[in-house]
């Protein structure tokens, strides 16, 4: 059962038990990204929301996991080797 979703990533300079419970769909949305997914695609199959009948939500909360994602890899990475 996939988690809850949020219309955007509650922020933090530390890696937050949102980003350790989204952990998988932030892999699966920097998969899809490599792969040329577009966000309506993103949306839809990793999110789990329809850009058809939400399309401002779907896309900001893409962009926002997204970003977070990539932030976790460049430096969010570090905290979470730092405790495990």
Known sequence: MA???S???PWSERVT???ETH???YLRLLDASADGATEEEMSRVV???DPEKEP???RNAVR????RA???TETGYRDLLATH
């Open 3 to 5: 988690p809850p979703i």
């Open 7 to 9: 219309d955007e990533v």
């Open 17 to 19: 038990p949102y980003d």
């Open 23 to 25: 952990f998988i769909i």
């Open 47 to 49: 999110l789990g929301i």
């Open 56 to 58: 401002e939500r779907a």
């Open 64 to 67: 926002s996991h997204l970003g």
């Open 70 to 72: 990539r932030w976790m």
